[in-house]
Nanobody, 124 residues
């Protein structure tokens, strides 16, 4: 099993920044990549970004490309999501997820492990 714990959410004004953290524990070696999803009120959960543990290769949703940066610290088994130039439409619960897929698969079903989520609210 892999446990994921997110932190760093909060309230920020439009144009501001936040950094989310996701600490992984347990059998992390069984996963190939970790990433972030988000779910806004009344909407389905959507993919945000993913990164591989080994090479640090990244992939982003078009909606966040150029504004969000995903990174990882293998020594701490932690994945980060730096969010800049935040918009009200970025308001959502952000979830960390881990997958053993080698190819970046943005579907929820490709991710076996999930965190509990952290709320990000962007005010206009």
């Amino acid at each position: 099993q892999v446990q994921l714990v997110e932190s760093g959410g909060g309230l920020v004004q439009a144009g501001g920044s936040l950094r989310l953290s996701c600490a992984a524990s347990g059998r992390t070696f069984s996963t190939y990549r970790a990433g972030w999803f988000r779910q806004a009120p009344g909407k389905e959960r959507e993919f945000v970004a993913t990164i591989t543990w080994s090479s640090g290769r990244t992939y982003y949703a078009d909606s966040v490309k150029g504004r969000f940066t995903i990174s990882r610290d293998n020594a701490k088994n932690t994945v980060y999501l730096q969010m800049n130039s935040l918009k009200p439409e970025d308001t959502a619960v952000y979830y960390c997820a881990a997958s053993n897929r080698v190819v970046a698969d943005t579907s929820e079903s490709a991710h076996a492990y999930w965190g509990q989520g952290t709320q990000v609210t962007v005010s206009s």
